[in-house]
């Protein structure tokens, strides 16, 4: 039996979150520059959309470049900046084809003025989809997000439009770049890495956490619903007991 027919798609995750690691030691272990294991990792982003928008899955959101990778040496992060204007060209014609609206979250007036024209082009010409949303992390880091919220809702409680017993987690989940998504039922990061490197904190605060070895280029479908299955042999209690669980 395939592992999509071992799925069950009555218990899908609603949102896939995924760290795309590996893309750099990939290239490595094939005699290539970083860059082009950040071009092959395409081809993985390309896969895992279709693959979920074919199972019925309504957000998959890609950790695609980080606060923290700004600091990567100059002539990567240009060429991963270029790469992000290319593909959003390239995959135009996957996302009309899956009916997959695009979003993106996180600062995104740090990136450079070519990506986010491309962007917000890409984005408008896909908001009436409503097969999946694929959302892209640019710029983005959890600390920054949180901090951001806590800003906006310290200067609403000074200017008197709500009171500081009003701040409630549902509050704060209204100022986060996610306010308009469910929180991540599944997180799965690639590469062997075990750690969350900034990303969705206050969202994966109930996520199952799926680690594989698989290099993010090397990860396609089938990888996808082996964390899928993985997901669906789980109990998941939110601090209940099995006894209670099983009686809903």
């Not at 008197?160 to 017993?165: G, L, P, V, W, Y």
């Amino acid at each position: 039996m395939s592992l999509e027919a071992q799925i069950d798609r009555t218990n899908l995750p609603q949102h896939i979150a995924i760290i795309m690691d590996g893309n750099g030691r990939w290239a490595k272990e094939q005699g290539m520059s970083r860059v082009l294991g950040h071009k092959n990792g395409v081809g993985s982003v390309r896969e895992v959309a279709e693959a979920a928008a074919e199972l019925g899955i309504q957000h998959i959101t890609l950790y695609a470049f980080s606060t923290e990778n700004w600091a990567r040496p100059k002539h990567e992060v240009n060429a991963l900046m270029e790469l992000l204007v290319e593909t959003i060209k390239s995959e135009m014609s996957t996302l009309k084809k899956n009916k997959i609206q695009l979003n993106a979250i996180g600062n995104l007036s740090e990136l450079p003025e070519s990506c986010q024209i491309n962007l917000k082009e890409a984005i408008e010409e896909t908001s009436n989809h409503d097969h999946m949303t694929l959302t892209l992390a640019l710029s983005y880091s959890a600390r920054w997000e949180l901090e951001n919220a806590m800003q906006t809702i310290a200067h609403k409680i000074e200017r008197k439009e709500i009171s500081a017993n009003q701040v409630n987690e549902e509050l704060i989940s209204k100022h986060l770049n996610t306010a308009n998504m469910p929180d991540p039922e599944l997180l799965i990061r690639t590469s062997g890495e075990k750690r969350i490197s900034n990303f969705l904190l206050w969202q994966i605060a109930y996520s199952e956490l799926y680690f594989t070895d698989t290099l993010w280029p090397d990860f396609k479908k089938d990888d996808l619903f082996q964390a899928i299955i993985d997901y669906q042999k789980r109990e998941r209690r939110f601090g209940k007991t099995s006894e209670q669980v099983n009686q809903l």
